[in-house]
């Protein structure tokens, strides 16, 4: 009788679950990094509102002698269009008794 014979080489299963898992691991990091630069994309966006908003608040202030009640009253009063949309990962937060327009995380 003879001893099992070496094997030398892998087999086509094997080679297909390693290939799986790579591609699996491949697409997660893909879509990790897509969604860290999709974040820094909208934050560079929220602060240039940001500071868009917080001088048409200091311009409805210097006018009106009162911060508005609200980011809507900027738009209805003609300080801007329209108030930006918010992107996906943040939103804008508004204090009426300061007038400060900053952001948060959703």
Known sequence: MR????RKAFSL???IAILALV???GAVVLYRLNASEQKATDESVIRQNISMLQSAVE???FDRNRFPADLED???EGYITRVPGEPRYYKYRYDPATG???FTEK
């Open 74 to 76: 900027l738009a209805q």
């Open 13 to 15: 299963l094997e080679l």
């Open 100 to 102: 400060l327009v900053d």
């Open 59 to 61: 311009r409805f202030r």
């Open 3 to 6: 001893g099992k014979a070496k």
């Open 23 to 25: 591609s699996v691991v």
